[in-house]
């Protein structure tokens, strides 16, 4: 090997040991201070995905969004369920009995249509709370859940004290539910599903004058479109919003 190509080894060597000398740690410095971007991060990352905001609106009481109040109940098995377990998800919420004759097995047929719809999102949620606790205890709603085929652990069908699932149905939501001796099944309750954001409130799409729906009717499948009156079916348009909500 000539002298030539040794000073050129020589030479190279001695301005890699500079550039280490002076640069290296300036650029340990700035990656210290977060002053380093990198360039490579992927965008599909969930820390850098950007929420998109939907047009579904809040449901506002005196001027104040509405959100879910504060729940604890017993689950299908035997867990401690509350309102806290569903922070981060979007879920629907309905009121139900397990002997219901009437409208409650069409409802949960479509939320069990729902519920496939989205096999996979960790981030969906049912909440069913039985009008009914003195009969539908954990063991009763699982055998109903397992018949009617719920697979998302996100899907809670919960009993507990009759008192707070009326407040909480009645008051907390809205939706109607009572005992009458003189109905078929002994109650009657609202056919209608919340839906719920990953935050907390209570969310709907518009009517056509700009006004929350609020509700969305569980009992009319997609496939029927409308029932006997005409009424149009809303468990495609609530599918549309949990998607948004999802999104968000």
């Not at 005992?179 to 209570?202: C, Q, R, T, Y």
């Not at 009992?219 to 609530?238: N, P, R, T």
Request: proline share 4%; net charge negative.
């Amino acid at each position: 090997m000539s002298k030539k190509t040794n000073y050129s080894y020589i030479g190279i060597s001695f301005i890699i040991l500079v550039f280490g000398i002076i640069f290296i740690p300036k650029i340990v410095d700035r990656i210290s201070k977060n002053d380093v971007i990198r360039k490579e991060s992927r965008s599909d990352s969930p820390k850098n995905k950007k929420s998109t905001k939907s047009d579904l609106a809040f449901i506002e009481i005196n001027g104040q969004s509405k959100k879910v109040p504060a729940f604890s109940f017993t689950n299908q098995e035997g867990k401690t369920v509350s309102n806290k377990d569903y922070e981060g998800k979007v879920y629907v919420i309905e009121f139900f009995f397990t002997t219901c004759p009437t409208i409650c097995p069409r409802m949960n047929a479509n939320l069990i249509q729902i519920q496939n719809s989205f096999k996979g999102f960790e981030d969906f949620g049912v909440a069913s709370f039985t009008i009914n606790p003195d009969y539908d205890t954990p063991e009763i709603l699982k055998t109903y859940a397992e018949h009617y085929g719920v697979i998302n652990p996100n899907w809670h069908l919960m009993t507990g004290n009759k008192d707070d699932i009326y407040k909480l149905a009645n008051e907390g939501f809205n939706l109607y539910t009572g005992e009458n001796a003189e109905v078929e099944g002994g109650f009657e309750h609202s056919g209608n599903f919340a839906l719920i954001d990953k935050n907390g409130f209570i969310r709907s799409r518009k009517d056509k004058f700009g006004n929350p729906i609020i509700y969305y009717r569980g009992i009319i499948s997609e496939e029927e479109q409308v029932d006997d009156d005409g009424v149009k079916e809303e468990i495609s348009a609530l599918k549309e919003d949990i998607r948004k909500l999802l999104n968000e």
